[in-house]
């Protein structure tokens, strides 16, 4: 426990937080809430806090807090919030075998992922100059494990109000031609474009296109953040190597598994394309059985995208 006095806190917490999907959430941060996540009123400490439900009435609750200088050690953190899942403390050793390294504002940070018996944590820390972050999913395990691409996707789309993230769409931004049955949308946040397709049945499927500069975190990265979306273990080595289809300057990748924000058989087809030191990324991603039937339109669309 750390002991802050008010008068030195170093961010103002947000009055009041705007509805579900918002992208801003205090005057410093900025953030996309995950479709699901109940907004709760901001406290003294807290300048986001969000409720989350799932089956049989598993709950989890989800804080974003920034506290004054270094606010203890790592180990040290780590070791507090395993003691509240019922783990035994850890090494310095060990702490890499905790960790799963994500990106917040565009800089390093560091995700811990603590399953205890009943209770699970998914921690976030990262230092900065004026304060360290700490954004933290606490709740029964099977929830928190199933929530952990989502509270990912959370801590990624963060991004302090002064540090303006990189533009979508650069100075000559690819031109492509859609097919004619997809349907142009208004691309969400860190989307420069999307696309929805209407199969048989209400079936349908989306085509997301994002881009980040440099090589936006790296093949492997990338295709295992597509895989826990649907609820798949992470690759590496051969097994990544061996999952990835090189065609022209696209690297392809295919895979099926469950949406674990709709519960849906889900299959996604996804493409990396490296230009001029910026990464561009399109995703064709919903039921099966249109993802199948688009599945060669897509593939010639990303192949005819001209830069």
Do not use: C
Not at 116 to 140: C, E, P, Y
Not at 243 to 272: H, I, N, Y
Request: zero cysteines; proline letters at 9%.
């Amino acid at each position: 426990m750390y002991h802050v006095p008010k008068e030195q806190a170093t961010v103002t917490a947000a009055a009041s937080l705007p509805p579900e999907n918002s992208p801003v959430q205090s005057p410093a941060l900025q953030w996309q809430t995950p479709p699901g996540w109940e907004t709760l009123p901001a406290t003294d400490f807290r300048i986001g806090s969000f409720k989350v439900t799932g089956p049989n009435d598993q709950q989890a609750d989800v804080s974003v807090i920034p506290l004054p200088g270094g606010a203890g050690t790592d180990l040290s953190n780590i070791n507090r919030w395993r003691g509240q899942v019922g783990l035994e403390p850890i090494t310095e050793a060990e702490l890499p075998q905790v960790t799963v390294p994500v990106r917040l504002s565009g800089q390093p940070a560091l995700l811990y992922v603590l399953l205890g018996k009943d209770i699970g944590i998914l921690g976030l820390m990262q230092r900065r100059a004026d304060a360290t972050w700490f954004v933290k999913m606490t709740g029964d395990r099977p929830l928190v494990e199933q929530q952990q691409p989502v509270f990912t996707e959370f801590v990624q789309s963060m991004q302090f109000a002064a540090e303006q993230p990189p533009p979508a769409a650069p100075t000559g931004a690819p031109a492509w031609n859609a097919p004619a049955d997809w349907r142009a949308v208004t691309p969400g946040q860190f989307l420069v474009a999307k696309y929805m397709i209407a199969g048989p049945d209400q079936a349908e499927a989306a085509v997301n296109i994002s881009s980040s500069p440099g090589d936006g975190g790296g093949v492997a990265a990338n295709v295992n953040r597509w895989r826990q979306q649907l609820g798949l273990g992470v690759l590496s080595g051969e097994e990544l190597t061996q999952s990835v289809q090189s065609v022209g300057p696209a690297l392809f990748v295919e895979m099926s598994g469950t949406d674990l924000r709709t519960g849906k058989p889900t299959a996604l087809v996804g493409a990396l394309v490296m230009q001029a030191g910026q990464a561009w990324f399109y995703k064709l991603m919903g039921d099966a059985p249109v993802v199948a039937a688009q599945q060669a339109a897509f593939r010639k669309f990303v192949q005819e995208v001209r830069y």
